[in-house]
Nanobody, 118 residues
Framework: QVQLVESGGGLVQPGGSLRLSCAASGITFTMYTMGWYRQVPGKQRELVATITSAGYINYADSVKGRFTISRDNAKNTVLLQMNSLKPEDTAVYYC????????????WGQGTQVTVSS
């Protein structure tokens, strides 16, 4: 049924860049706010960025000026361009689809590992 598939994670050096992609299927994409969240061991999952179907964007303070979220409604995809990466950006990054008219339904992807290290 519903599937969110993240890709693009990997190992990069501090100051480097990565682009994450999330492909959604099984939902009416324009009815969902899309977001990127991240989680490190021992800590709760935290918001990175969200984007509504109309393009309204919210970023966590920790990534403002470095990360850019975008979406292509025709392709049912959401992207996260990550520049000037820092070791503290290391985490598993998850894609989320949130129904815009109520708290449910919502869906999570399986996550993709991002490691920033020398």
């Amino acid at each position: 049924q519903v599937q969110l598939v993240e890709s693009g994670g990997g190992l990069v050096q501090p100051g480097g860049s990565l682009r994450l992609s999330c492909a959604a299927s099984g939902i009416t994409f324009t009815m969902y706010t899309m977001g990127w969240y991240r989680q490190v061991p021992g800590k709760q999952r935290e918001l990175v960025a969200t984007i509504t179907s109309a393009g309204y964007i919210n970023y966590a303070d920790s990534v403002k000026g470095r990360f850019t979220i975008s979406r292509d409604n025709a392709k049912n995809t959401v992207l996260l361009q990550m520049n000037s990466l820092k070791p503290e950006d290391t985490a598993v990054y998850y894609c989320k689809a949130q129904y815009r008219y109520s708290s449910t339904p919502y869906y999570w992807g399986q996550g993709t590992q991002v490691t920033v290290s020398s």
